[in-house]
Structures are given as C-alpha cells and as structure tokens.
C-alpha cells in the first residue's frame, strides 16, 4: 500500500515531534519540511534524509504531497489550513485551531466543501490514565459526576517569551497561557466532565508582567451543562512544570489524576487505575499522544474511519478560553460559543 507523503509545516519546538510521528506511522512517509528559516528545515531535513521547503506555497503547490501538518506560530494556522485545504491537502492541525471562532468557522467551511481530512492535535486525550478515567465515568460505576477541579501550575520564563517574536502578544499567539499551555486542561475539562455551556472567570498577568502583554494567569468557574460547575486555576508563573492535577467528584468516590497517575478512592479505599509514561518523544509535559494520535490519523486516511479529533474536538476549548477572556472583561458570565 502506498503510504501518504506528508510535510511538517514549522520546524521550531513540536515541528520534530510530527516528523518522528509520521516516520513511526505505518502509512505515511515524511516527503519533507518547511521552514521560513531555512537552517531549521535542513537540520530536519537532514536528520530524515527528505526534502526541505521555504514557502509553504510552494508544498501546496506540489502535487506528490498528500498531507500537511501545520506546527507555526498561531496565528498562521488560520491562512495555512484555508490554503492546505484548498489545494486538496490533508491536515493535521496544532492547538489552537485558530486564534478565533471565525477563523476556525472558515476552516470548518473549506474543510466541508473541499472535502479533505482535518485532524486537530489534542494529544493528551490519549494519555493511558485520560482514557482510563473516560471508560470509568462512562461505565457509571462511581455514579454521576458531581463536580470537577483542574489546575495547571508550569513554567514559562522572560526566555521563552523572548525566543520567538509571536509568543506573548495578543495579535500574534492571541493570548497567553489559556490559549497555549492551559488549553490542553481546559481540552481534558470538557472531554472528561461534558459540555461546558457558560464560564466567569478573570485572566491577569502576575509573574510576566514586565515582558508580555498577555496572561499568565486565570481562574474560573465552569458551568456545565448538567448543572454542575467545575473549578479551573492555571498559571505559567510556577517554579517547575507540574503535571497536571484533575479530581472529579462522584457521587460514590473520587477519581484523581494526580503525578502522571489516575486514581480511584471509595469507601473501600483507594486503587491505581493507570500510570502515564513520563515522555516518549518531546518533553513530558507534552504528554505521548503525538504519535499515536498522528499514526491513527494516517490509519484512518488508509482504512476509511475518522479516529481522530476534528475541528469540533478543538472547538470545545478554543470556545470556552474565548468565554474566560470576555468574561475577564466583562465581569460577568458569558455564554460558550461553538463551531
Ligand atoms: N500539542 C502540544 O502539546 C504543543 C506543544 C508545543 C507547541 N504546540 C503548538 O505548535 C505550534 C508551534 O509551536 P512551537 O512551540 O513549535 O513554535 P516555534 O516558534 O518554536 O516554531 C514555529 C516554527 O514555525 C516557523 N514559521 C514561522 N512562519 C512560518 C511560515 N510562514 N512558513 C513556514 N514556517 C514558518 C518558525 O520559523 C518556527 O521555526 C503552536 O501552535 C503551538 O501552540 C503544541
């Protein structure tokens, strides 16, 4: 079978993590990489022995590539994913989808009518103890789901913010810690508790405030749609990376994630449901889902199917980070929005 030709879009931090996610995958092979700075796309390049570009034009234009993954800065994603469709091109599309809900209701439209595949990265969903946590809340063997708290507590320093021009403002990364790090627990927050329809929340910037115009900072109140509320706190201004801590409050226990472990504490006691491996391509707090979320993509494209996240997925905590930001502003609760 001929696997897919893909080219990774952005060769800066997670761009690597894509090529070694298609090179692992059974039905697709890395056709090249692309980078507005050409050392980086060489440096790929030559690692994977595959083609390097310097205008993602010019992978759109050829017609032997099937597929492209899109791992540039924010606010590129939107342009990128209009024209990667168009030209007939799959995609595999990193957080967030888009800097707005217009720009991602404008891909989901070309999307439709062009036809292609549209995968969006939401690796974390994968993780063992995610997955193990959906099949005990669904198996309903705890009960409903009374409440849920998620907090996020990493690193971002003056030096990360400084490498690259578009991270920390507004125009260019369209926010800072809810719509790059803390997506993914706000991702994990509706995945695991249901739809969230409404949140009051504020956003500040207390650790980075000399540096970038953006938050590193936010709490809020989730409002779910079967009546319970959730409590969400994140920040980028901690000492270290810690993974992520989620508990969810059933109504005959608690399920926790906690440490990379899940789990499950009844009046009987408590028992371990799944540890996460630290890191298998990246860094840990990236969690391992890159590559099984890419392969299954691939597989996907191969076998007929759709097991992967779409536009949709994403939308749910592009959506709600939106509602925290307006409600920052507004001072009050504000509606979340979908695709
Ligand atoms: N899923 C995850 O856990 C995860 C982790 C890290 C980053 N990301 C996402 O991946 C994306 C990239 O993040 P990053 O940290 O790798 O950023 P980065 O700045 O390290 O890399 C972006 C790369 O894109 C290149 N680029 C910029 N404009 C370009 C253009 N017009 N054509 C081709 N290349 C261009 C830059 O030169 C740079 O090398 C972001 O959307 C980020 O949120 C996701």
Do not use: M, P, S, T
């Given at each position: 079978m001929t696997k897919r030709k893909a080219v990774v879009i952005g060769c800066g931090a997670i761009g690597p993590i894509h090529a070694a996610a298609i090179v692992r995958s059974?039905?697709?092979?890395?056709?090249g990489v692309c980078d507005i700075v050409e050392a980086r796309a060489a440096t790929l390049a030559e690692q994977y022995q595959c083609r390097t570009f310097t205008a993602y034009e010019d992978v759109l234009a050829d017609p032997a590539i099937d597929s492209v993954h899109i791992c540039t800065p924010h606010y590129l994603h939107a342009e990128m994913a209009i024209h990667a469709a168009r030209a007939g091109k799959h995609i595999v599309l990193e957080k967030p989808i888009a800097l707005n809900l217009v720009e991602a209701r404008t891909i989901k439209a070309v999307v439709k009518e062009t036809g292609v595949a549209c995968c969006t990265v939401?690796?974390?969903?994968?993780n063992p103890s995610v997955e193990k946590a959906k099949e005990w809340i669904a198996a309903g063997k705890l009960g409903n789901m009374l409440g849920i708290k998620g907090f996020l507590t990493w690193r971002r320093t003056a030096e990360y913010y400084h490498s690259e021009a578009w991270r920390g403002k507004w125009a260019t990364e369209g926010g800072g810690l809810l719509i790059n790090q803390a997506l993914h627990m706000l991702d994990l927050m509706s995945y695991l508790g249901?739809?969230?329809t409404a949140t009051k929340g504020n956003i500040d910037t207390r650790v980075l405030q000399d540096c970038i115009?953006?938050?590193?900072t936010a709490d809020a109140t989730l409002y779910y749609k079967d009546g319970k509320t959730g409590l969400f706190f994140a920040t980028n201004g901690h000492s270290q990376d810690s993974p992520f801590f989620i508990e969810m409050h059933m109504e005959k226990g608690i399920i926790r994630y906690m440490d990379n472990q899940l789990t499950v504490r009844t009046d009987s006691g408590s028992d371990l449901l799944a540890t996460d491996e630290k890191t298998v391509l990246g860094k840990a707090y990236w969690g391992s889902g890159h590559a099984l979320q890419i392969g299954s993509f691939y597989r996907s494209l191969a076998e007929g199917g759709c097991n992967y996240p779409g536009l949709e997925d994403a939308a749910a905590s592009l959506g709600l980070l939106l509602a925290i930001y307006k409600s920052s502003k507004t001072r009050k609760k504000e509606q979340v929005e979908t695709l």
């Open positions: 059974a039905d697709a092979e890395l056709y939401l690796q974390n969903r994968l249901g739809e969230i115009e953006v938050e590193d």
